[in-house]
């Protein structure tokens, strides 16, 4: 039975380490390639660098608007996520809690538009944003981020209000607290877990998006970290500017390990919690 279980858990365990291998490793080249030169990358691809210099990050960051770039993805990231929070707790509360007639329907139809291709509503989009003059702005770009990842925020934020006891509320509410403090103080931070979930799933989404703001951004003073790697790219190809493509990358991958890293436990603890909601 001894040798059983421990080949059982090696049959697991070899697998993962495997597939922690392959993913962790084109990571680990692109970071060291970064630091090398054009010459070395061709040279010695698979080796490490002579020397650790920053070169490649300083010409990715001025030279090729990676830093203007990295802020605006930071800026439609960041106020994408914020307006979905905005939006899809209130909603998530009232389709929930309040029960009122047609809630059913309105939960349905949320639940249909996540399953709607967005391409399906780029073209009409373009021309909307451009009868109302919000094309290349990126304050109009976070509103469609938002927009998009609605129906997927308060599907994952009224799976946790679901688990959450009425009794709290009830309780709440004869002590005279109003609707809005029962939602804000009580119901909120009982699903913290849910939020932060669907928070960082939104985030990354935004951050990684590339299409729509190839479309609806116009200037190349307000391009996206996607649109910026994919110019970025070109110029590797045709001007062998591959260390700089990978100091990009770099750039761009950074901030999402950190952000998994710090908060890789309540993404797990809320996966879970809305796995085996009900």
């Known amino acids: 039975m001894r040798i059983g279980?421990?080949?059982?858990?090696?049959?697991?365990r070899i697998p993962l380490v495997l597939w922690a291998i392959i993913v962790i490793y084109p990571l680990i080249w692109m970071f060291l390639g970064s630091f090398?030169?054009?010459?070395?990358?061709?040279?010695?691809?698979?080796?490490?660098?002579e020397t650790f210099e920053l070169d490649n990050f300083i010409s990715a960051w001025s030279d090729y608007n990676i830093g203007?770039?990295?802020m605006n993805s930071i800026f439609v990231t960041t106020l994408g996520t914020i307006l979905c929070l905005v939006f899809g707790i209130?909603?998530?509360?009232?389709?929930?809690?309040?029960?009122?007639?047609?809630?059913?329907?309105?939960?349905?139809?949320?639940?249909?538009?996540?399953?709607?291709?967005?391409?399906l509503g780029w073209i009409p989009l373009f021309f909307l944003l451009a009868h109302f003059n919000?094309?290349?702005?990126?304050?109009?770009?976070?509103?469609?981020?938002?927009?998009?990842?609605?129906?997927?925020?308060?599907?994952?934020?009224?799976?946790?209000?679901?688990?959450?006891?009425k009794e709290l509320e009830e309780a709440a509410a004869i002590d005279g607290m109003s609707p809005y403090g029962i939602l804000f103080k009580i119901v909120t931070p009982m699903v913290k877990s849910g939020i932060i979930t669907a928070s960082i799933l939104n985030a990354v989404a935004f951050w990684n998006e590339y299409f729509m703001a190839l479309i609806l951004l116009q200037s190349e003073s307000k391009n996206t970290l996607g649109v910026a790697m994919d110019l970025l790219?070109?110029?590797?190809?045709?001007?062998?500017?591959?260390?700089?493509?990978?100091?990009?990358?770099?750039?761009?991958?950074?901030?999402?390990i950190i952000i998994f890293a710090?908060?890789?436990?309540?993404?797990?603890?809320?996966?879970?919690?809305?796995?085996?909601?009900?």
Request: charged share 10%; proline share 5%.
């Open 36 to 49: 090398k030169s054009n010459a070395e990358i061709f040279a010695s691809p698979w080796t490490l660098p």
């Open 233 to 256: 790219n070109q110029n590797a190809q045709y001007n062998s500017a591959w260390g700089a493509l990978f100091a990009g990358l770099s750039i761009a991958v950074i901030p999402i």
């Open 68 to 70: 203007s770039s990295f």
């Open 5 to 12: 279980k421990v080949m059982s858990q090696i049959s697991v």
């Open 90 to 119: 209130p909603t998530s509360y009232a389709i929930e809690r309040l029960r009122f007639k047609g809630s059913e329907v309105l939960f349905n139809t949320y639940l249909a538009a996540m399953m709607i291709p967005s391409v």
């Open 134 to 165: 919000m094309l290349d702005n990126l304050w109009a770009l976070s509103l469609v981020y938002a927009v998009s990842h609605i129906p997927f925020t308060i599907f994952i934020i009224t799976s946790f209000m679901e688990n959450v006891p």
């Open 262 to 278: 710090i908060f890789q436990r309540y993404i797990a603890k809320g996966m879970t919690e809305g796995a085996v909601k009900g």
